[in-house]
């Protein structure tokens, strides 16, 4: 039966060219604009790659302290001494780390080719929530972050930069004039991993003085994604024990974030304002969406309307012979989706070129960063793609399927007998 | 008791202003195996007739029995099926299907009963070698003549092996050699036991079928 | 001829239906577009009050490691000295600034009260702390009275002010509660009615400004002229007090304007050739950005960008769902209506005739669309919408636009839709014009 109607569906489009045409890009035009959205999102955080651990990462990125006697507010990132003592001792995640970034002059002993180089403070624990390969050395483990040693890790095209194609490992460099020995050399990786993307990784505790120095961000990774409550509530006793100990100070601290929820965020100060950006956040894609399915649908509306009045010859045959109207409503609505989904493939296709042309603005990732396939063309997306497809299918083609299907028969025949 | 039975059919139609009679008290039984003509002016109600046996609408009053069973009430899921088991239509103007071939034209009916793809296409074949036209099984509507048409429509009211055939006026858009084709067909069915209902205007045809009903401004006269 | 018109839109009122429909919807979007594009526009038609060509902001490190004695003992202002000597030999170099929560585009603001003599009115300003050449860098006008120098110590407390749109600094009924407004008298009731509407200082009123916290007093000794943070900002009033000794160090905010003549690749140059002359123990030239850059930057980061881009991609798509709207349905109804055509052109009508009809017809369905849609764009302007669902909104109060940009609205997305929309419809109706009347009516 649904070989039939493929078959026909494919006939009536080549003889019908104009009018398919027009259908079909209408169809590409509103799958582009939708899933270069979605596509984007997905990319944003889907847990693949570097950053495989998207779904179970959480974040504090900040803090906001009031000073009640002074009435005056102080916001601004971790400072240490309020990390330290606090967040330091959080039982419920597997892994946690303190993380900063800053550019840095680098360059080799000796040499006077400086580089600027996007430089990554961490701790050991850093390793195990992203994902790197090694092309050689190895990651610092607890031993180096408490001794303060002063090992670098660098990318593959800053070892190039710096080394050009001497081995590297074992060698010193100088990170805004203070020599550190190169330890490891790992793979380069794609920017849009932002939390994990660098040129260079050191542990924290290399820095001099870096007890005096603010935390850039605090990265929680737990066992299981159900373990946020419990995290949560040790950040909240963790704020409690701070007030206790510091006479009319209160402190938030701004998190723990999910990964999804701090790209739609990441700028307020506390987390109720989080909240508001959410929730405002996702009321501005639900009204995108539906004006980008409503304008399109509306379009296609008019165009299968037309269309059916062009068969209703067809289907008063078709009911005559025994066509019950849900078997008309069925043949209808899997034609138009032969359409959709035309236009769907197109469209998404359309959409990693948009992706492409426009990253700076939907990925906030330089221009000549590229994006790993598996990133673009995964399960949530081709999901999408056709959920996309069916819905604007359904609205588009739904009333006109639906009047087609009870069209009384006589009149049908005779419609064209003048 | 004939394979159908009309008992005072009336079928008004209403627009918003206007109210036209098209059948009015009409009864009418149809033996089985019978080839009717039913004649009668341009506007008397003949093809509202033949809509009404075929199931196509319903009447204002009155009761129509196919094959022994009153129609009336019939819901339209179950007129659909009732159609396509008993019913086989031929109409005037063809009413193939363009954007399908011949073969799958012919194969119409049987979609819409329990049926496998081969027994469809072994079905849809016989029937096109017996109105002789096996050889344009690939073609679609638009490379066909008129008789060629016709015979196509043919055989697809036949395809699921109907009891009667409603042709309304078969031979119109047909010139008279090619009319002629479709009669002798016609003769054949009905001879090979189908009960044939048709609408005609062309008197010399209707003769040569075994009884023949007029009608006049919505009644029967004779 | 329009009744006609009407007539026939009415009869097909069903498939014109959904044209009308998606008229409104793409209407209305294109409405509050055109809104937000216009406040872009005329915003980015003031005057900023300032000038950022061929400015580039310079950054200094400081080493690390090393003991708190040693900081202690570093000499600033020394340090200072010495920088600006050698970058002003440097070709090209016209002016160097020194600043704090000053400069445009680096992201760091102050804000605080003071109390303005002899009147006592509180009011609240940008504060900007910078040197005597900062007006020069940044092509600020002097308006009125004299630039301080920053090196004395004397005019330590001379300050300089600007205002906002008209030049005047604003302050609310609310802040002044306690205060006597001068010239209307104690115990008015306006006081206490005005509440938070703005109301205005007249600078050239000021004689100096009171800082109620250390009890000092700054004299007013120049008026600059009005400046924006950004393109999209509004005009503020702003204090500039002379950078301070204790604020001064290579970690300010370094700006310096070079010539346009020299302005070719003048990061790397200046970085490469620099490099050794201004390692100043134990500070360090870390890197050389033009202001440009980092304007895009904040554009990008506080939405503006984002939004442009926005506005752009959704008035494209829907231009194009339009026109293919446009055309589809035209096509059909054309195609369906080839008889009537032909019958009008065998009763005497021209093709250009047929021509206007069609286009008459779209131009009025797009009016009956702009009605409805101009109460719901007015009604929803009226209401948080945009706001709750975090669309651009034009911030009307901030450029002073009225009722008048409602009219400008109006037409604006009037012309555009009307030109998409007979674009659209020029193609079937050629085609349908072109039908020779005989063929049109053997169609039936």
Same mark, same amino acid.
């Given at each position: 039966m649904y070989k039939l109607y493929f078959k026909q569906a494919i006939a009536m489009l080549k003889q019908n060219k104009f009018i398919s045409l027009i259908a079909i890009l209408g169809t590409a035009l509103a799958i582009m604009m939708i899933m270069a959205i979605i596509v984007s999102d997905n990319i944003k955080t889907i847990s693949i790659g570097?950053?495989?651990?998207?779904?179970? %990462?959480?974040?504090?990125?900040?803090? #906001?302290?009031?000073? %009640?006697?002074?009435?005056?507010? #102080?916001?601004?990132?971790?400072?240490?001494?309020?990390?330290?003592?606090?967040?330091?001792?959080?039982? %419920?995640?597997?892994?946690?780390?303190? #993380?900063s970034r800053s550019e840095q002059l680098v360059c080799r002993e000796g040499e006077s080719e400086i580089h600027t180089l996007k430089r990554r403070t961490t701790g050991e624990d850093y390793w195990k929530i992203y994902s790197f390969r090694f092309i050689e050395g190895a990651p610092w483990g607890e031993e180096e972050v408490q001794s303060g040693v002063k090992h670098a890790i660098l990318s593959e095209s800053a070892t190039r930069k710096l080394f050009k194609g001497e081995k590297a490992v074992g060698q010193m460099i100088l990170i805004n004039f203070v020599p550190y020995r190169v330890t490891g050399i790992v793979e380069d990786i794609s920017e849009i991993f932002n939390m994990a993307h660098a040129d260079l990784w050191i542990p924290y505790t290399s820095i001099d003085n870096y007890q005096s120095w603010g935390v850039d961000m605090l990265v929680l990774m737990a066992k299981n994604n159900s373990d946020l409550p419990e995290i949560d509530r040790e950040v909240r006793q963790a704020e409690k024990k701070y007030d206790a100990s510091h006479a009319n100070k209160v402190l938030s601290y701004r998190g723990p974030a999910k990964h999804s929820d701090y790209q739609l965020s990441g700028w307020a100060s506390t987390n109720e304002d989080a909240a508001v950006k959410i929730r405002v956040a996702r009321r501005k894609s639900l009204f995108i969406f539906l004006v980008l399915l409503l304008v399109p649908a509306i379009n296609l509306s008019g165009l299968s309307l037309s269309r059916m009045k062009r068969r209703t010859e067809e289907i008063g045959v078709r009911k005559a012979f025994g066509a019950k109207r849900h078997v008309i409503l069925i043949q209808v609505l899997f034609e138009n989706l032969i359409t959709s989904l035309l236009g769907g493939v197109v469209g998404l296709l359309l959409s990693y070129g948009v992706i492409y042309q426009m990253k700076h603005w939907l990925l906030g990732v330089p221009e000549d960063s590229y994006i790993p396939f598996n990133a673009l063309v995964s399960w949530p997306v081709l999901l999408s793609v056709v959920l996309v497809c069916v819905l604007l299918n359904l609205l588009s083609a739904g009333i006109p399927a639906y009047r087609a299907s009870c069209m009384n028969i006589v009149n049908s025949l005779t419609q064209n007998d003048k | 008791m004939g394979i159908i039975k009309l008992e005072g059919i009336t079928k008004i139609y209403r627009t918003k202003e206007v109210e036209t009679v098209a059948l009015e008290n009409v009864n009418l039984e149809v033996k089985e195996k019978e080839f009717l003509s039913v004649m009668g002016p341009s506007g008397c109600g003949k093809s509202t007739l033949l809509n009404l046996m075929g199931l196509l609408d319903l009447p204002d009053e009155g009761e129509i029995r196919i094959n022994g069973i009153d129609t009336t009430g019939m819901k339209d899921g179950q007129m659909a099926d009732f159609r396509n088991a008993t019913l086989g239509f031929v109409f005037q103007s063809f009413h193939l299907i363009n954007s399908l071939n011949v073969l799958d034209n012919v194969e119409l009916p049987l979609l819409y009963r329990p049926s496998t793809e081969k027994e469809r296409r072994e079905k849809a074949k016989a029937v096109l070698e017996k109105v002789g036209l096996s050889h344009r099984m690939r073609h679609f509507p638009s490379q066909l003549s008129g008789g060629q048409s016709q015979r196509v429509a043919i055989a697809r009211a036949i395809v699921g092996g109907p009891k009667i055939i409603l042709a309304d006026e078969p031979t119109g858009n047909l010139d008279s050699r090619m009319g002629q084709e479709i009669m002798d067909l016609l003769f054949q069915l009905n001879e090979e036991g189908a009960t044939i209902v048709m609408v005609t205007h062309d008197e010399h045809i209707a003769e040569s079928t075994q009884r023949i009903v007029r009608f006049f401004d919505g009644r029967r006269v004779e | 001829m329009i009744r006609h018109i009407l007539k026939i839109i009415w009869n097909e009122r069903k498939a014109n239906g959904w044209i009308i429909v998606e008229f409104i919807v793409v209407f209305c979007v294109l409405w509050f577009c055109c809104d937000y594009m216009s406040f872009i526009v005329k915003s980015n038609h003031e005057p900023l009050g300032f000038d950022i060509d061929h400015t580039y902001e310079i950054r200094m490190s400081k080493k690390t490691g090393m003991e708190p004695k040693e900081e202690e003992a570093i000499d600033h202002y020394s340090l200072v000295q010495t920088f600006i000597r050698r970058v002003k030999q440097y070709p090209g170099v016209e002016s160097v600034s020194f600043s704090n929560s000053a400069a445009p585009y680096l992201r760091s603001s102050s804000s605080g009260t003071m109390v303005s003599l002899p009147d006592s009115i509180h009011v609240q300003t940008r504060i900007r702390y910078v040197s005597s050449e900062f007006f020069d860098v940044f092509k600020i006008k002097l308006e009125q009275g004299r630039i301080f120098n920053w090196e004395d110590n004397a005019e330590s407390k001379n300050v300089i002010v600007s205002?906002?749109?008209?030049?005047?600094?604003?302050?609310?009924?609310?802040? +002044?509660?306690?205060?006597? /407004?001068?010239?209307?008298?104690?115990?008015?009731?306006?006081?206490?009615?005005?509440?938070?509407?703005?109301?205005?200082?007249?600078?050239?009123?000021?004689?100096?400004?009171?800082?109620?916290? #250390?009890?000092?007093?700054?004299?007013?000794?120049?008026? /600059? +002229?009005? %400046?924006?943070?950004?393109?999209?900002?509004?005009?503020?009033?702003? /204090?500039?007090?002379?950078?301070?000794?204790?604020?001064?160090s290579l970690n300010s905010q370094i700006v310096v304007r070079i010539t346009p003549h020299a302005d070719k690749d003048f990061p790397e140059r200046f970085t490469r050739e620099m490099r050794q002359q201004l390692n100043l123990d134990p500070y360090f030239l870390a890197s050389v950005v033009s202001l440009q850059s980092l304007k895009k930057d904040v554009l990008a980061y506080s939405g503006i960008t984002g939004n442009l881009n926005s506005i752009y991609a959704i008035t494209t798509f829907l231009v194009i769902n339009i026109f293919l709207g446009i055309i589809g349905t035209f096509w059909y109804r054309v195609q369906a209506r080839r008889n009537e055509i032909g019958t009008r052109i065998s009763m005497g009508a021209t093709r250009k005739d047929v021509q206007r009809m069609l286009f008459g017809e779209t131009l009025l369905l797009l009016f009956i669309a702009s009605f409805v849609a101009v109460n719901i764009c007015l009604n929803i302007a009226q209401t948080d919408f945009l706001e709750a669902i975090g669309l651009p909104k034009a911030n009307r109060e901030q450029i002073g636009m009225g009722i008048e940009q409602d009219v400008i609205n109006y037409f604006v997305t009037y012309f555009f839709l009307a030109i998409i929309s007979l674009l659209a419809v020029w193609y079937p109706t050629r085609q349908a014009s072109r039908v020779a009347p005989a063929e049109a009516l053997r169609e039936e």
């Open positions: 570097a950053e495989p651990n998207r779904y179970r %990462t959480y974040y504090i990125p900040t803090m #906001m302290e009031r000073d %009640t006697v002074q009435n005056s507010w #102080m916001t601004g990132t971790i400072s240490y001494d309020r990390y330290q003592g606090y967040l330091s001792d959080l039982q %419920t995640p597997e892994y946690s780390t303190i #993380m | - | 205002g906002n749109r008209n030049g005047h600094f604003e302050y609310t009924a609310e802040n +002044n509660k306690n205060v006597e /407004v001068s010239g209307k008298g104690k115990g008015s009731s306006e006081r206490t009615e005005a509440g938070d509407k703005k109301q205005e200082l007249e600078l050239s009123k000021i004689r100096a400004l009171y800082n109620d916290h #250390m009890k000092e007093e700054y004299p007013i000794v120049g008026i /600059v +002229n009005p %400046t924006k943070e950004d393109p999209y900002a509004p005009y503020l009033g702003g /204090v500039y007090y002379p950078l301070g000794r204790d604020r001064t």
